[in-house]
C-alpha cells in the first residue's frame, strides 16, 4: 500500500449490531456501499468507533473479512490490530493480512502505560514480523501512552512499512513539525480529530481518520478534498455547518451518538451496544436532534 492511497477522509467505521447484540452483516454491507457510493477514500474496520474492544477475535476477523469481501477493492480496507499486548497485536496483524486487509491501524498500548522505548519496540516488533503496511494510532485521550515526534521518526526512518499515523493528539503543532522530520520517507501524517482536521491539513497532514464519515460522508469527504486542494478558507467556510456536529459526537461515549444518529438516518437497523456502552440518554437524543437539525442532517 503506497502512502498516496492514505488521503482524504477515511471513515472509522461503527460496527452495527442486531436487536440481540449480535453482528449485523446485512447493515454492514449496507454500510461499506454508503461510504463507497460517498467517495469515503478508505474504510477503517475494528477502529475504536468499530467497538473492537467488545467484539471477540473471531467476530473481528469476521467483520475486516466481511467488509473487504464488500468493499470488492473499490477502496482500502485498514483493519484495526492494536493491542496492549504487543504478542496479541502481531498474531492478529498476521491473520489480517492473510485475510487481504491493505493495511493495519495499531494502536499506542493502553493501560500498561510504556515508555518511548517500550513503545518503539511494540510497534518495532509488529513491523518485522508482518509486510502489511501500518498505520501507527496515537490517541493519549484513550490510551495515556502517547508516542513523542522523536519516535514517531525513529520508526519511520527505520521501517519502510510503517507508513503513517493516525494522530490524535490534542497538541496540533506537532503536525508541521512531523510532516516536516517524515517526509523524506513517504510517511503520511492524518488526523484523529474531525474538528481539526482542516486546521491539521494546513500544516500538511494528508487527511483525516473520521467519526464524522459515518454519518456525513459524501459531505465530509468534499470537504476534506476541498482542504487537500488547498482551499482552505472555502473548506472553513463548507465545515461551518457541521462544526458542532462533529463536536456532538463525543457528548456520551464513542459511538453511542453516532450509532443513534445512523440508526435515525436509516443507515442501521439498530443503535446497539455491547456494555459496558449503554443506549443513549433522552438528554442525548434532545440535544443531539438539535444540533442535526441546525446542521440540516435531519430534515
Known amino acids: 500500500m503506497s502512502s498516496p492511497i492514505l488521503r482524504g ?9 442486531d436487536q440481540n447484540g449480535e453482528v449485523d452483516y446485512q447493515s454492514l454491507q449496507n454500510l461499506v456501499e454508503y461510504h463507497i457510493q460517498s467517495g469515503t477514500s478508505a474504510i477503517v474496520a475494528c477502529g475504536t468507533t468499530g467497538e473492537a474492544v467488545t467484539l471477540t477475535e473471531e467476530e473481528s476477523l ?4 466481511k467488509v473487504i469481501e464488500f468493499a470488492n477493492k473499490r477502496v482500502p480496507v485498514i483493519a484495526g490490530t492494536g493491542s496492549n499486548c504487543t504478542a496479541k497485536a502481531i498474531a492478529y496483524t498476521k491473520k489480517v493480512e492473510e485475510l487481504g486487509a491493505d493495511a493495519c491501524l495499531t494502536v499506542v498500548p493502553y493501560y500498561n502505560k510504556p515508555n518511548q522505548e517500550g513503545l518503539y519496540q511494540h510497534f518495532k516488533a509488529i513491523a518485522q514480523a508482518s509486510k502489511l503496511p501500518q498505520i501507527l494510532y496515537n490517541v493519549p485521550g484513550r490510551t495515556v501512552a502517547s508516542l513523542d515526534v522523536d ?77 487537500l486542494n488547498g482551499d482552505y478558507a472555502k473548506a472553513l467556510e463548507l465545515n ?25 438516518l436509516g443507515l442501521i437497523a439498530t443503535p446497539k451496544q455491547r456494555l459496558p456502552l449503554v443506549e443513549l440518554s433522552k438528554a442525548g437524543e434532545d440535544k443531539l436532534t438539535a444540533i442535526l437539525t441546525e446542521a440540516k442532517v435531519f430534515k
Open 151 to 227: 519516535t514517531i521518526v525513529r520508526l519511520a526512518s527505520e521501517f519502510s512499512n510503517i507508513v503513517g499515523i493516525k494522530d490524535a493528539h490534542p497538541d496540533l503543532h506537532r503536525v508541521g513539525e512531523i510532516v516536516s522530520r517524515t517526509k523524506e520517507f513517504a510517511f503520511v501524517h492524518l488526523s484523529g480529530d474531525d474538528g481539526t482536521a482542516i486546521d491539521a491539513i494546513a500544516l500538511g497532514s494528508q487527511g483525516v481518520v473520521s467519526v464524522s464519515a459515518n454519518i456525513i460522508a459524501k459531505e465530509w469527504a468534499q470537504i476534506i478534498d476541498v482542504a
Open 62 to 65: 469476521e467483520v475486516i473479512r
Open 240 to 264: 461551518r455547518q457541521y462544526a458542532k456536529l462533529h463536536q456532538s459526537l463525543f457528548i456520551e461515549p464513542n459511538p453511542t451518538p453516532t450509532k443513534w444518529i445512523a440508526y435515525k
Open 9 to 17: 477522509s477515511i471513515v472509522a467505521i461503527i460496527t452495527p449490531l
